[in-house]
């Protein structure tokens, strides 16, 4: 990779940062505020909430029957992804310490906090629980995935690909093999001298 994509990299990097940095502050003033695991809202906004909640057989009158009827189809995945979660965390707690390569946190990835929104009822709530853990699990296993990959091939593929993971972009051009063993160790290298991301 040469100097001017490197540099063009480390400015993206920063302004995506800065841009979650100020999206969150917005909020947050807007909003709530978080204390620890707790989201806290102004008095008017619960009170707000709390009028805009559908009760639960209104909402069970109201919702779509096709939603009702593959709710068992969807809900029976929990088992396959809690699989997933135990299997790929295993495979981490394992090998990583071995590699030499700083652990992926899942409280980083897995966040339950919509059950804190007063205008949800308990199914919606629900709903939500299961969105975010198998959306959350699904950026976990990325991201323990992209530092196999930076660990045993940080190479570009020939062909384009979609929803490349945060690492790719600093990969190895494909079919560059220029000094490839001495770079292949220095992207193992940096897999152990990561820092933890703020919480």
Not at 91 to 110: E, L
Not at 149 to 170: M, T
Not at 177 to 188: G, I, P, Q, W
Request: proline share 3%; with cysteine.
């Amino acid at each position: 990779m040469n100097d001017r994509i490197a540099q063009l990299l480390a400015q993206m990097a920063t302004l995506e940062e800065d841009l979650r940095t100020a999206v969150q502050e917005q909020e947050s003033k807007m909003f709530f505020q978080i204390n620890g695991k707790r989201v806290e809202f102004e008095r008017s906004v619960k009170d707000a909430h709390r009028k805009l909640k559908t009760n639960f057989f209104r909402w069970l009158v109201t919702n779509r029957p096709q939603n009702l009827i593959t709710g068992p189809i969807i809900y029976a995945m929990v088992i396959p992804m809690m699989m997933l979660d135990l299997c790929v965390s295993f495979y981490q707690y394992t090998c990583f310490p071995i590699y030499g390569v700083k652990r992926v946190r899942r409280s980083d990835y897995i966040v339950f906090d919509r059950y804190q929104l007063g205008y949800l009822n308990f199914i919606e709530k629900f709903h939500c629980a299961y969105c975010e853990y198998g959306n959350g699990l699904m950026a976990y296993m990325t991201e323990i995935l992209a530092r196999t990959e930076q660990y045993f091939c940080p190479i570009k593929h020939a062909h384009k690909i979609l929803g490349a993971h945060s690492r790719y972009k600093l990969f190895l051009s494909y079919g560059d093999a220029v000094d490839y063993e001495k770079r292949l160790e220095e992207f193992r290298v940096a897999l152990g001298q990561e820092k933890d991301t703020p919480q």
